[in-house]
T-cell receptor, first 121, second 113 residues
Framework: NAGVMQNPRHLVRRRGQEARLRCSPM?????VYWYRQLPEEGLKFMVY????????ESGMPKERFSAEFPKEGPSILRIQQVVRGDSAAYFC???????????????????FGPGTRLTVL | DQQVKQNSPSLSVQEGRISILNCDYT??????FLWYKKYPAEGPTFLIS?????DKNEDGRFTVFLNKSAKHLSLHIVPSQPGDSAVYFC????????????FGKGTRLSVIA
């Protein structure tokens, strides 16, 4: 069972260009999360998606950033008109569907991909 | 406002001794806590977790302790091995199920042979 896949692993863009980061979740996982890690910082939540739906985008900058998780294909994080401050490691995580029923809800562990390191020149 | 704090950026421990990594949180709504381990140029790997209804969870050499009244948790690694050298992130979630995680800044552990 392949893990979470992200590509490209490294991406270099000039200021003003667009960056597209892709994430393929683990097989059977329908929940995708995007996190950003700035140098010397922890991971910061950006957006949580299920197939064709954005569930929570409270961590996304209001402008230039967008995300999608189409019915077919990988999840895409798109950054338009990149600036130097966008340089960071972007991690995608996936988790399985929540199991309905049972005595108590269990936490669904998030499995992380290797990340995409974006450098803006 | 940092809701999950790891106040020690780094820690050095001799091989065979105990490593203790600490984490404090401010949001009393957090219900589930996790530790992730991260090597350079890789994504975080889940290590161990604990629910707020427990005060201890053990998995092999790794034990996590939770003190809800103090809003504090710690990860104990014993005995420490050189392969444990990595950055350890504490993370928290406000409820069960699928929900985003809130991470601390991490502690870099170096285990010296």
């Amino acid at each position: 069972n392949a893990g979470v896949m992200q590509n490209p692993r490294h991406l270099v863009r000039r200021r003003g260009q667009e960056a597209r980061l892709r994430c393929s979740p683990m097989k059977g996982h329908s929940h995708v999360y995007w996190y950003r890690q700035l140098p010397e910082e922890g991971l910061k939540f950006m957006v949580y998606l299920q197939k064709e739906n954005i569930i929570d985008e409270s961590g996304m900058p209001k402008e230039r950033f967008s995300a999608e998780f189409p019915k077919e294909g990988p999840s895409i994080l798109r950054i338009q008109q990149v600036v130097r401050g966008d340089s960071a490691a972007y991690f995608c995580a996936s988790s399985p569907p929540t199991v309905a029923g049972g005595l108590a809800a269990t936490y669904n562990e998030q499995f992380f991909g290797p990340g995409t390191r974006l450098t803006v020149l | 406002d940092q809701q999950v704090k790891q106040n020690s950026p780094s820690l050095s421990v001799q091989e065979g001794r105990i490593s203790i990594l600490n984490c404090d949180y401010t949001n009393s709504m957090f219900d589930y806590f996790l530790w992730y381990k991260k090597y350079p140029a890789e994504g975080p790997t889940f290590l161990i977790s604990i629910s707020s209804i427990k005060d201890k969870n053990e998995d092999g050499r790794f034990t996590v302790f939770l003190n809800k009244s103090a809003k504090h948790l710690s990860l104990h690694i014993v005995p420490s091995q050189p392969g444990d050298s990595a950055v350890y992130f504490c993370a928290a979630s406000p409820y069960s199920g699928n929900t985003p995680l809130v991470f601390g800044k991490g502690t870099r552990l170096s285990v010296i042979a």
